[in-house]
């Protein structure tokens, strides 16, 4: 039977009439590839299912969350066991705390952990954190890492130039980001030249250690020495924002993996298991300054709450238990070098970024280190590549400049099926 998606365009339809875009996150609206986007019904294991009865193999995992597949069983039975006590109780629950310990436990630099809803109140939470604790005001960010839609870090960066932060959106004053800071990623230079003349100013350097949301890009070990030597030597805190790589390309993060220890860390995405959790810590000097310890004021009605914790506490613990790390490597690598031989067949220029099991297919053939040059891929290729693979069964990022996410639930056959696809789709992707 043909592809079809008239139930979803119907619904889409009827969404945009009370929803902003009819879409509650602007990148599920299918803006970046064109056409209206599928309305999900269900989810099991490695696969969506949408209202008109499609199914696809997924590979956004609800943007990496969803490490362990959707719905494991284990996560699913301590949702419902928390669920039997009670939805929320503004008060402290034993869950909260053994999450924490969870993290603690994972995260080398982690002593101190604070839940938040969101990897958003996580990052702009951070952000005061290093504020009050410095005493300085200027954050450096690096063009092209998203850290939420925080008004302070919602600026992008012109190419190259070190660029004095003008906000990204309207309805940021520009006194909020007049004390951000954008540099380019892996530019060791720009970033020692910015401590060199404004060294004393900085309160903190935030990063994504691996970048997911240009793409996926990989920073250089000498672009990680220097963060960490520059933030000791200054005195400035170095914010890991692991949102995204926490718990996805090592069970302790990209900083275990790549063996720097940062001052604070952020946390989101699978730590929540699907349920809408963020978290901030790092040395228990740090985090002592926030209340009601110390004077830095931030506080949640809903944070800790106990189906969220229980949710967050059965994936870690699964992760634990399982360790699916080293087969997820072997997977996606498998997968990885499968598209990239049918994209050389088909001549499409190509490079895929990897670490663990998050990568991108950038259509550029080029390396990708940063923003400027992320910013070459033909998108137009990609728009093409996306759809032809949607009607295939095969549901990626819809944009360029995203991760794609394996996990757990996913096996060889997924793999097979996904280049499968991709074969007939770069065929098309090419004319
Ligand atoms: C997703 C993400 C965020 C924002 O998290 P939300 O839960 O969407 O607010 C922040 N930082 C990084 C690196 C992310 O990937």
Known sequence: MAFTKQRSQEHFLRAQKSIPGGVNSPARAFGAVGGSPVVIDRAEGPWLFDIDGNRYIDYIGSWGPHILGHRHPAVIDAI???????????????LETQLAELIIEAVPSIERVRMVNSGTEATMSAIRVARGFTGRSVIIKFAGCYHGHVDSLLVKAGSGALTLGIPSSPGIPSGCTADTVVLEYNDQQQLEQTFAARGSE??????EPVVGNMGVVIPTPEFLQALQSQCRQHGSLLIFDEVMTGFRVAYGGAQSLFGIRPDLTTLGKIIGGGMPVGAYGGRADIMNVVSPLGPVYQAGTLSGNPVAMASGIATLSTLKATNPYPQLETLTKSLVNGLSRLATDAGIPHTIPRVGSM??????????????????????????????????GIYLPCSQFEANFVSAAHS??????????????FALTKH
């Open 202 to 207: 900085i309160a903190a350097v935030i990063l």
């Open 359 to 392: 990568f991108t297919f950038f259509f550029n053939p080029d390396t990708v280190s940063n923003l400027a040059n992320a910013s070459k891929s033909d998108t137009v290729a990609f728009a093409r590549y996306f759809h032809a693979m949607l009607e295939r």
């Open 80 to 94: 419902h066991a928390a669920l039997a006590k009670g939805t929320s109780f503004g008060a402290p629950c034993e």
């Open 412 to 425: 060889q056959a997924e793999v097979g099926a996904t280049l499968d696809a991709a074969k007939h789709a």
